[in-house]
Structures are given as C-alpha cells and as structure tokens.
C-alpha cells in the first residue's frame, strides 16, 4: 500500500475541514450528479452518479457467462445472449448511494466524501431475476441470495470480490432485476458492463455490478460489505442496523448561478420558481416543504408525478425573492410511511444515511457586477 493509503484508514474520524488525499483520490475517480441535473427525468448517463468500490473490471462479453447456484436443484450458466432472450422488463429507478451527505458530517467518517448529490434516476432495462431463481429451482432451507461481482480489492484488510445478499423473499420481487442497458443502450463499463443487479427501493451498494455470479446459500451471508459494512453504527461495540431501503429526501436545483469556488448563488430580485426532486425507497413522497429562512418557517411545495412507482417526483415553488439580502434556501422531503428528514446531521461511523435537509446559501440583489463576458475570463 502506498503512503497515501496507510495514513488513514477508511472509518477514521476526521475532525479538520479540509479534504484529505485519499479523499480526494476517491472523489475524482466517483463523481455526483450535478445539481442542475435535478431538471431531467431521466438522468443522462454521464450526469448520473458513480461508486466504484475496486477497479473497474474490463469484460469480454463474447465469453461472458453468468453462473446460478448453490443451494439449488439445477445450476445454470447463462450467457449474455441467453439472458437477453428471456422476457425484458425498464424500469426508471432512482439510486442513491447509502453515504450521500456523508463530508457534511462532524466529525467526517474517511470514505468516499460526498455532499448531497450522489443519486440519479436511470431507465434499466433487463430480465427479471424471480424466474432465473425459479428455474434454478431453489432447494428448501434457502436462505441469501449473494451476488458477486467480477472486481476484487482489499478493504477493512479483507481480500474480496465485491459482494452482496438479499432474503430469498427479497430476491423474488417482481421489481429486482438483472440489467442489461441504461437509458435504452448497453451498460458501460462504469455502470457494470455487462450485468447488474437493480433492486428498487434499496440504497446503491444493494445493487452488484459486474455480476458474476448468483449463490442461494441455506445461512445468513457473512461478507464483509454486507455483515461489516453498511450498518448504522454509533459507536464500536454497537452492532448496528443494516442499511437497506432508501430514506427520503428532497434536493434543489440551486437558483440563480454559481460563485466559481464557493457555490455561493446570486440572484436577481424578483419571483423565481424553484424545482426541485424528492424520493424515498420506504414508502411515495407525499409532500416537500421549503423554506428560505434556513428552516424556520416552511412553505408546501407543488408536487408533479413521479417518473415511475420507483422513481423521484418533481415539486416547485414560486419563491418571492423581491427583497435584497442573504437566504438559506432549504427542502424537505415527508414520505407515507412518516419518514421525514431531519434539519440536522444523522450522525454515524460509517457515515451512512444522513439525509438532513439540503441548505443552499442565496444573495439576492446587486452583488453581480455588470461585466462583459470578456471581463469575466
Ligand atoms: N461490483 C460492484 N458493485 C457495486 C459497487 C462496487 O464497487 N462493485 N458499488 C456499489 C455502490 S456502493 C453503489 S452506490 C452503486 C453505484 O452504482 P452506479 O455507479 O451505477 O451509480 O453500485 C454498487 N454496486
Ligand atoms: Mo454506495
């Protein structure tokens, strides 16, 4: 391991603001959605977030084979072409990685170091996985499906190939898929070329790219990104909850535009509309709140379809920005099931669901100078 890597292992606790190298190195390799994205249904395919754990695995797929097995009656080998010939299914399904707004956090876990924007809403193409299964003919005493994929790496010291389990009860809905295409063309490698798994509802780690195998095992699995990873924990010893369906939230399309460095948004004083999107993997967001006074006081926002039963629902607001001076704009996503995100940090070790409302700091009035574009360069 290099130098960069023995300084701090992933789970350290950092008190200091600024971004560590090994945070950084893990940024530039997985990119968020940009916020301005929030305005697509579906989001364009290199818009949409990224989590690549290891490498990204280069596949062949003229050789490519799916293996199905386990504790199962008839062990299967499907090629690609084999799994593109069964019954196809799309379905817009928004993913959101279980570690969004983990950097906001105090102190910050060390991992992948993301604000608020690790999600995006693909329309997946492939077959279902509930008739795979029942043609491998499952065996009584089933218990965990594993999903394997192709990448290897070492993580909490382990050698593994990445890895992740669902209940047979889970692995048998209707919704879970095995992916083939993205937005209507074939997976690229970053999304898990040639076959991934799609589990609506749940948060990103729950769906294996580079699928390289099925096993129906009869004991709960032990892997480590399933039994050590992704639990909410507060302390050590705390055996913690697993991490598994999405919770709510609601994101902004910041108004007006950008501050190069700082973000910061300038507006001019009038009426804007903002929009926005709002998801949850529980249960249909029922309502959006914003606020412009950083959570005082809220406003109900105009909530539009959803894209699908397991996509984001658009909401807008006409925002009265008429008065000069400094906002903390904010949303906030309710689902039916009551899930509502909190105003502050949900703090954990691993930095896992923290879904506190999104605040984006607004000036509204003269602060942009009447420059031609070519002052600005
Ligand atoms: N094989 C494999 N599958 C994986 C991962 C990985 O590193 N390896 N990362 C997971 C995580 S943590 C997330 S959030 C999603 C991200 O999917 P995307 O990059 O297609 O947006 O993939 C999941 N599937
Ligand atoms: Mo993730």
């Given at each position: 391991m290099n130098e960069v890597g023995r300084s701090r292992p992933a789970g350290t606790l950092l008190t200091s603001v600024d971004?560590?190298?090994d945070e950084l190195q893990l940024a530039v390799r997985n990119h968020s959605m940009p916020l301005e994205a929030l305005r697509y249904d579906i989001t364009p395919v290199g818009l949409h977030y990224l989590?690549?754990?290891?490498?990204?695995?280069?596949?062949?797929?003229?050789?490519?084979?799916?293996?199905?097995?386990?504790?199962?009656?008839?062990?299967?080998?499907?090629?690609?072409d084999a799994l593109m010939a069964r019954p196809s299914a799309t379905l817009a399904v928004t993913l959101e990685c279980a570690g969004n707004g983990r950097a906001r956090l105090q102190p910050r876990p060390m991992s992948q170091p993301w604000l608020s924007e690790a999600v995006g809403t693909a329309e997946w193409t492939?077959?279902?996985?509930?008739?795979?299964?029942?043609?491998?003919?499952?065996?009584?005493?089933?218990?965990?499906?594993?999903?394997?994929?192709?990448?290897?790496?070492?993580?909490?010291?382990?050698?593994?190939?990445?890895?992740?389990?669902?209940?047979?009860?889970?692995?048998?809905?209707d919704e879970v898929l095995l992916a083939y295409a993205i937005n209507g063309r074939p997976l690229p490698p970053q999304h898990g070329f040639p076959l991934r798994l799609i589990?609506?509802?749940?948060?990103?780690?729950?769906?294996?790219?580079?699928?390289?195998?099925?096993?129906?095992?009869?004991?709960?699995?032990?892997?480590?990104?399933?039994?050590?990873a992704y639990h909410r924990r507060t302390s050590d010893g705390d055996s913690g909850v697993p991490v598994a369906r999405i919770l709510p939230r609601a994101l902004m399309v910041p108004p007006g535009v950008p501050d190069f460095m700082s973000r910061t948004?300038?507006?001019?004083?009038?009426?804007?509309?903002?929009?926005?999107?709002?998801w949850s993997g529980r249960a249909p967001i029922v309502s959006v709140d914003f606020s412009s006074d950083g959570g005082v006081s809220w406003a109900t926002a105009k909530l539009q379809d959803p894209v699908s039963t397991f996509g984001w629902?658009?909401?807008?607001?006409?925002?009265?920005?008429?008065?000069?001076?400094?906002?903390?704009?904010?949303?906030?996503a309710i689902d039916a099931a009551g899930n509502a995100q909190p105003l502050d940090q949900s703090w954990n070790l691993e930095g896992v669901e923290n879904n506190a409302v999104q605040r984006v700091r607004v000036v509204v009035g003269a602060a942009i100078d009447q420059?031609?574009?070519?002052?600005?360069?």
């Amino acid at each position: 391991m290099n130098e960069v890597g023995r300084s701090r292992p992933a789970g350290t606790l950092l008190t200091s603001v600024d971004i560590t190298p090994d945070e950084l190195q893990l940024a530039v390799r997985n990119h968020s959605m940009p916020l301005e994205a929030l305005r697509y249904d579906i989001t364009p395919v290199g818009l949409h977030y990224l989590l690549i754990h290891f490498d990204i695995p280069m596949v062949d797929a003229s050789t490519y084979e799916l293996s199905v097995g386990g504790h199962v009656r008839n062990r299967l080998q499907l090629s690609l072409d084999a799994l593109m010939a069964r019954p196809s299914a799309t379905l817009a399904v928004t993913l959101e990685c279980a570690g969004n707004g983990r950097a906001r956090l105090q102190p910050r876990p060390m991992s992948q170091p993301w604000l608020s924007e690790a999600v995006g809403t693909a329309e997946w193409t492939g077959t279902p996985l509930a008739p795979i299964l029942k043609d491998a003919d499952v065996r009584d005493g089933a218990r965990d499906v594993v999903f394997t994929g192709l990448d290897r790496g070492v993580q909490g010291g382990v050698d593994q190939h990445y890895e992740r389990s669902l209940s047979i009860a889970d692995a048998m809905r209707d919704e879970v898929l095995l992916a083939y295409a993205i937005n209507g063309r074939p997976l690229p490698p970053q999304h898990g070329f040639p076959l991934r798994l799609i589990v609506p509802g749940w948060y990103g780690m729950t769906h294996v790219k580079w699928l390289r195998s099925i096993t129906v095992i009869d004991r709960p699995f032990a892997g480590y990104q399933q039994a050590r990873a992704y639990h909410r924990r507060t302390s050590d010893g705390d055996s913690g909850v697993p991490v598994a369906r999405i919770l709510p939230r609601a994101l902004m399309v910041p108004p007006g535009v950008p501050d190069f460095m700082s973000r910061t948004r300038f507006l001019e004083p009038a009426t804007h509309l903002i929009e926005g999107r709002a998801w949850s993997g529980r249960a249909p967001i029922v309502s959006v709140d914003f606020s412009s006074d950083g959570g005082v006081s809220w406003a109900t926002a105009k909530l539009q379809d959803p894209v699908s039963t397991f996509g984001w629902r658009g909401w807008t607001l006409p925002w009265d920005a008429t008065r000069a001076g400094e906002y903390e704009l904010c949303a906030r996503a309710i689902d039916a099931a009551g899930n509502a995100q909190p105003l502050d940090q949900s703090w954990n070790l691993e930095g896992v669901e923290n879904n506190a409302v999104q605040r984006v700091r607004v000036v509204v009035g003269a602060a942009i100078d009447q420059q031609t574009p070519a002052d600005l360069l």
